[in-house]
């Protein structure tokens, strides 16, 4: 199951890097230059350019690779309410460092869609949540 997820996170990791797109309307996220910036502060631009993809790419690449610690933590966290809310917590600071507080909406409708599908249609709440959220974030 490990090596799985490797290979899906390099075959991500090797699109995303070979794509280099320009930053689109999904994934903008605004900048705010500082005149004084810490010693200990990544410089976002010139790495991203080092590496021939655009900020917000970068940001997603980083948040990627934070869910590998992340995870780890999540197995000593005792008990099945903290480990939901654990992971609630962590995947919505992710979804926000990732994609900016625009894409909070868009989680939060995902969650809701999920959740009536489960409480409403049980047996086939899969297809019902799968569809439902595709539907909106095509139609979005």
Excluded: Q
Excluded at 52 to 60: T, W
Excluded at 118 to 139: D, E, T
């Amino acid at each position: 199951l490990h090596f799985g997820i490797i290979n899906i996170a390099i075959a991500v990791d090797i699109t995303l890097l070979s794509l280099s797109l320009p930053t689109t309307s999904i994934l903008r996220l605004t900048e705010s230059p500082t005149a004084d910036r810490s010693a200990m502060e990544l410089d976002m631009p010139s790495t991203a350019a080092t590496l021939g993809v655009s900020v917000p790419v970068l940001r997603f690449l980083l948040c990627f690779v934070a869910t590998i610690p992340i995870s780890l933590l999540w197995r000593i966290v005792p008990n099945s309410l903290p480990k939901h809310i654990y992971s609630a917590f962590t995947g919505i600071v992710l979804c926000y460092l990732s994609f900016g507080a625009s894409w909070n909406i868009h989680l939060l409708v995902s969650m809701i869609v999920g959740y009536f599908s489960m409480l409403l249609y049980r047996p086939k709440c899969g297809i019902v949540a799968f569809f439902g959220v595709m539907g909106y974030l095509i139609g979005w």
